[in-house]
């Protein structure tokens, strides 16, 4: 199955659903990544957060999520775009983290600091600036309950986030990924708050109903108890980066003339890797030299 996110609601209340499944999305980041079990959690779920977050806005517009921490991980960066490209690396892959009960354990590879949400406009893409509109302490390390309390705190709508990776610990695969986020807008009266909280509650996990091949939207539907839903937007969503040769060609082209020559004299060339995606880009002698502005002139 496709990776997929829909936007929905249920006609008559106030309520925004978001759901998708993003396995394979999440299984390509953490190959390229080499990450551990847990590590590949701990990404998994914040590049399917990102892909959450990012479906409630317009084209070229784009959402980062990051979590600055103090776990084995040391970081966790995800980026997601309104075409459902999603993209996000981790500091250390290698983490880990003892399991607990039996289960990866997530909140151990992150540990303590702040999370930090951007939703940055198109105009501002390639500028440089880092725009972030939100910033919440890390309550739980478990990533979902973290998107939780961020949306709940810092947009200031009732948000129940469910966030899930499972991952083959013999051959180290992601065999299923996705979730969804159920947020009451202003308006939801607390009859209707109790009630889908407590659905929720009793629904099995995200991945238990991907790996049964669940869409999206038959995962609202269990999660809701069939409560009748209309799909508002839908996407596909990949992994898929920004980086390209011509883009680390730009940056190598702003460095101070010096540095340039000494790559020239060095003789060998460059193999510059994006640490997003890991794609390596080769740098030849005579790309180096077309960069040198004295060259072109005369
Ligand atoms: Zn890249």
């Known amino acids: 199955m496709t990776d997929r996110v829909i936007y929905a609601t249920i006609p008559g209340l106030d309520v925004r659903l978001l759901s998708s499944v ?3 999305l999440v299984a390509e980041a953490c190959a390229r990544h080499h990450t ?43 980026v997601a775009d309104a075409r459902g490209d999603v993209r996000g690396y981790v500091r250390n892959p290698t983490a880990n983290a003892e399991p607990v009960l039996g289960k990866l354990n997530v909140a151990g590879v992150v540990g303590r600091g702040t999370m930090h949400v951007g939703r940055e406009l198109g105009a501002e893409i390639g500028q440089g600036r880092e725009p972030y509109n939100g910033i919440v302490e890390i309550t739980s390390g478990e990533i979902g309950l973290d998107f939780a309390y961020y949306l709940t705190v810092s947009e200031q709508i009732p948000s129940g986030v469910s966030l899930g990776v499972f991952v083959h610990i013999a051959t180290n695969r992601v065999l299923a990924a996705g979730g969804f986020i159920i947020q009451l807008m202003p308006g939801t009266s607390r009859d209707v708050e109790e009630d889908l909280t407590a659905r929720v509650a009793a629904a099995p996990h995200a991945t238990e109903m991907i790996l049964q091949g669940a869409s999206p939207l038959e995962m609202l539907e269990t999660a809701l108890g069939h409560l009748e839903i209309e799909v508002l937007d839908e996407r596909d969503l990949q992994f898929a980066c920004n980086c390209s040769r011509e883009r680390f060609l730009d940056k190598l082209a702003s460095l101070p003339r010096a540095d340039l020559e000494e790559m020239v004299a060095d003789g060998t060339g460059e193999v510059l890797t994006c640490h997003v995606c890991t794609q390596s880009y080769t740098v030849t002698i005579d790309d180096l030299r077309a960069l040198l502005p004295d060259e072109r002139v005369h």
Do not use: N, Y
């Open 36 to 78: 551990t079990p847990a590590a590949s959690a701990a990404l998994g779920r914040t590049l399917t957060g990102t892909g959450l977050l990012a479906m409630t806005q317009k084209e070229h517009e784009r959402t980062t999520v990051q979590f600055v921490c103090d776990g084995p991980i040391g970081g966790i960066v995800a």
């Open 22 to 24: 993003t396995t394979d």
